[in-house]
């Protein structure tokens, strides 16, 4: 079992950049792969970004990739999404996913069925 805690969210400029953060409880985070996605009102929750437990590959949005990065420190249980250069589409509420592998198949998995964990989500509002 593991807690996700998103943190870093807020109001930025077009163009400006954010770091989220997402902090885990629990003593097995190295076997996680973990997700970034997102959903804007009216919207269906999308894909932003994944990275396997190793950290050794990563996938992304077509819209994101080139400004975002994604990242993860295992001795701090902590997967980031680093955005840069955004834009007032990238505006949603963003949410992080662990899926636990034990340590079964190192991939990266794009759809929220792949996640069973999931954080409370943190606002992410792009100004033009």
């Known amino acids: 079992q593991v807690q996700l805690v998103e943190s870093g969210g807020g109001l930025v400029q077009a163009g400006g950049s954010l770091r989220l953060s997402c902090a885990a409880s629990?003593?097995?985070?190295?076997?996680?792969?973990m997700g970034w996605f997102r959903q804007a009102p009216g919207n269906e929750r999308e894909f932003v970004a994944g990275?396997?437990?190793?950290?050794?590959?990563?996938s992304y949005a077509d819209s994101v990739k080139g400004r975002f990065t994604i990242s993860r420190d295992n001795a701090k249980n902590t997967a980031y999404l680093q955005m840069n250069s955004l834009k007032p589409e990238d505006t949603a509420v963003y949410y992080c996913?662990?899926?636990?592998?034990?340590?079964?198949?190192?991939?990266?998995?794009?759809?929220?069925?792949?996640?069973?964990?999931w954080g409370q989500g943190t606002q992410v509002t792009v100004s033009s």
């Open positions: 629990g003593r097995t985070f190295s076997s996680y792969a």
């Open positions: 996913a662990g899926r636990n592998t034990r340590y079964n198949g190192n991939y990266v998995y794009n759809q929220p069925s792949d996640y069973g964990y």
């Open positions: 990275v396997n437990y190793s950290g050794g590959g990563s």
